[in-house]
Each structure stands twice: as structure tokens, then as C-alpha cells.
């Protein structure tokens, strides 16, 4: 009897042998506890609840919350599920080892990054998406989907396209096709600082056919790097003349005096980026065939010479 909000992506998963294999497909063990990310009305959840140790379930929509809740209610099975309720994206994520979820697909993008930034690490997450945007995640180098999802979700994560799902899967049927994906984070991380990382791929794909050296002589770009080079100079000189004062002060020779970074009145960022473009190679490749190795190699080309991104 309820009217389903498909606008809020409220598409309900009602064939009993796709959340069968979803469950399978996530390999849940007894002590495991599980994020599900809007539950709806349980057909996910329930199936869960009998295979773990408890189910977080995180709702916005209180008609859904009291479905879920009645759905449980005298049964086992109410002492294994937790209902948080409000808007996942604005929640601290508690602690869980696995996440699966029929995701509403406008949370796609920022739900995916949320939990790859979130510590501790847990297992796997296998979540359903729009098949496009499920494309996108698991797209390579050369490929037309390859995007900056593509190569900031594969830094973090191993990312594996599990089953495609029909439309008419779902109560209401979304105008979509449908895919489940199983993302894996890698632990440890690379040792990279990803919002240096972003920064440098965001500028990078902003148009993915353009040389590295058209991309980068956007008036914006040069504005932000000249802008963050300052800055990073301006440190810089402040803890080198730190330590000259405490070198000079104890009576120790010393040459730091050659690693604070002055800049010469003519100064032009423009042409920095382009020597660092070319001094790494990178002045004539287009994002859109680069892999996670080109771009490490270029992001610490650019901060070797105080370029940075964030």
C-alpha cells in the first residue's frame, strides 16, 4: 500500500533470486555486521539478518522505517537489526565489515567515496548501481566510459563488475538498467595525499581529449597553481629561516640556506607547468590513456618542484 517515491530512488528489489545471489555474491560470515544503505521494505535485509550478526540499516524515509520495523517485529530477528534514520550522507558511518545495499542511484558518486575514506577499513562493500555509472567504476585507460570516477575509484579500491540486473527487477521498474559491483579498498592505502591526487586528476579530465599541455593552460588553473605555489613558498621560507636561526644560534655550518625557494620578480607559473610537463613526459599524453602510474609519476613531478594541487 505504499506509494513508492522514485524521484528519492526508491526502487524496490522484488525478484527473490537477486537478492539471493547478491547475498552469495557478498560471502557474509555469522559475525559479520552489515551496512545496508536504503533497506525500503526489507527484502535485502531480511535475508541478511538471518545469515549475520546484526544489520545497520540507514532509511530517510520514516514510511519505510516503520514498514521495516513491522517486518521484524516478533520475531529473532529484531535483536540483529539497528535502524538509523536520516540521510546517509551527512551520518557518521559506524563500524561495519561489509556494505551491501540497493544504493539510491543519486547518492552513487558521493556514497562511494565516503566509504572508501572511511577508517577503520572494512572488508568489501557489493552495492547496486545504474549500469552506466557501474561502467564507469570498473572502466580502463582508452575505454569511452574511463573517467575520473574510474581512476580515483581504482586508487583506492579493487573494483570487479559482478551481474547485470534487468528493470523489471524492481517494484516500481526504474528507467535503467541496473548492475552490482563488489568494491574491495586497499589496505593500506597507496601513500598518497588524495586530495593532491584529486586535484591534479580533476584539472586532467576536465577535458580528457586535451593534451596535459592545452589542459593546463586553462587562465583558472594557472590562477589556482600560481596561487598554492606562493603559499608553499611562502612556508617553506618561513621554516627554513626557522632553522637557520637555531643552526646559526647553536654555531653549526650549514647550507639550508639553498633549499628556501625565492621567487624571481619575472616569475611565470605558466611556464613551471609546462617544463614540469615536459621534464616528466606528460606534455602530449590526454588523461583518457593515462593509468594510476602516469598520474603518481606526474603528481610528484609537480610537487618535487612545489606545485601543489590541494
Not at 540499516?57 to 517486518?71: F, M, N, S, T, W
Request: net charge positive; with cysteine.
Amino acid at each position: 500500500g505504499i506509494l513508492f517515491n522514485t524521484g528519492a530512488g526508491q526502487h524496490i528489489l522484488k525478484n527473490p533470486l537477486v537478492v539471493n545471489s547478491i547475498i552469495d555474491k557478498a560471502a557474509l560470515r555469522r559475525t559479520d555486521v552489515i551496512l545496508e544503505v536504503g533497506p525500503g521494505t526489507g527484502n535485502l535485509t531480511v535475508k541478511m539478518l538471518e545469515k549475520v550478526k546484526k544489520v545497520i540499516a540507514c532509511e530517510i524515509d520514516p514510511r519505510l522505517v516503520g514498514e521495516l520495523q513491522k517486518r521484524v517485529q516478533g520475531t529473532c530477528l529484531a535483536n540483529k537489526l539497528e535502524i538509523k534514520v536520516g540521510d546517509i550522507l551527512k551520518t557518521d558511518l559506524p563500524f561495519f565489515d561489509a556494505c551491501v545495499a540497493n544504493l539510491p542511484y543519486q547518492i552513487s558518486s558521493p556514497f562511494v567515496f565516503k566509504l572508501l575514506l572511511h577508517r577503520p577499513f572494512f572488508r568489501c562493500a557489493i552495492l547496486m548501481f545504474q549500469r552506466e555509472f557501474a561502467l564507469r567504476l570498473v572502466a580502463k585507460p582508452g575505454s569511452k566510459l574511463y573517467c575520473r570516477l574510474s581512476i580515483n575509484t581504482q586508487l583506492l579500491a579493487r573494483v570487479d563488475h559482478l551481474m547485470k540486473v534487468g528493470k523489471n527487477n524492481f517494484r516500481p521498474p526504474p528507467k535503467v538498467e541496473s548492475s552490482v559491483v563488489r568494491i574491495e579498498p586497499k589496505n593500506p592505502p597507496p601513500p598518497i595525499n588524495f586530495q593532491e591526487w584529486d586535484g591534479l586528476v580533476r584539472i586532467a579530465f576536465v577535458r580528457k581529449n586535451k593534451t596535459l599541455s592545452a589542459a593546463f593552460k586553462s587562465s583558472a588553473v594557472e590562477q589556482l597553481l600560481d596561487h598554492n605555489y606562493r603559499i608553499h613558498c611562502s612556508l617553506h621560507n618561513m621554516v627554513s629561516s626557522f632553522l637557520i636561526y637555531h643552526i646559526l644560534f647553536l654555531g653549526t655550518v650549514t647550507y639550508i640556506l639553498t633549499f628556501i625557494r625565492e621567487i624571481p620578480e619575472n616569475f611565470k607559473i605558466a611556464e613551471k607547468i609546462q617544463t614540469v610537463l615536459k621534464d616528466t613526459g606528460y606534455s602530449e599524453k590526454r588523461a583518457r590513456s593515462m593509468d594510476i602510474d602516469d598520474f603518481i609519476r606526474l603528481l610528484h613531478g609537480f610537487n618535487s618542484e612545489g606545485i601543489h594541487f590541494s
